[in-house]
């Protein structure tokens, strides 16, 4: 079993910060790789940022390039999504989500990977 809790979602206004964590627990070793994925009423779930075993290996949607930076440290078995200048697309739920090895590196933040999704924490960006 692996248990994903989020945490540091909330109301800002666009040009804003938040920092998304997520904690995990139980059988997460089995997990390298963690990411964020990001799910808006009628569409289906997108990843915004995942990262793998180590920071040099990590993924941003195109959208978010430049203004999300996903880190990790695993000696306190967390994840974090630090998202500096926030616009009003930005808005969502945020999932943290464990994945499985992906069949080609390309495809490290592909929901067709994921195992363990956590609750999500709502992000809302004001303009």
């Known amino acids: 079993q692996v248990q994903l809790v989020e945490s540091g979602g909330g109301l800002v206004q666009a040009g804003g910060s938040l920092r998304l964590s997520c904690a995990a627990a139980?059988?997460?070793?089995?997990?390298?790789?963690i990411g964020w994925f990001r799910q808006v009423p009628g569409t289906e779930p997108e990843g915004v940022s995942c990262?793998?075993?180590?920071?040099?290996?990590?993924y941003y949607i195109d959208s978010v390039k430049g203004r999300f930076t996903i880190s990790r440290d695993n000696a306190k078995n967390t994840v974090y999504l630090q998202m500096n200048n926030l616009k009003p697309e930005d808005t969502g739920v945020y999932h943290c989500?464990?994945?499985?090895?992906?069949?080609?590196?390309?495809?490290?933040?592909?929901?067709?990977?994921?195992?363990?999704w956590g609750p999500g924490t709502q992000v809302i960006v004001s303009s």
């Open positions: 989500v464990a994945l499985m090895a992906p069949t080609t590196p390309s495809q490290l933040c592909s929901a067709m990977f994921s195992s363990h």
């Open positions: 139980g059988d997460i070793v089995n997990y390298k790789n």
């Open positions: 990262i793998g075993s180590s920071d040099s290996n990590t």
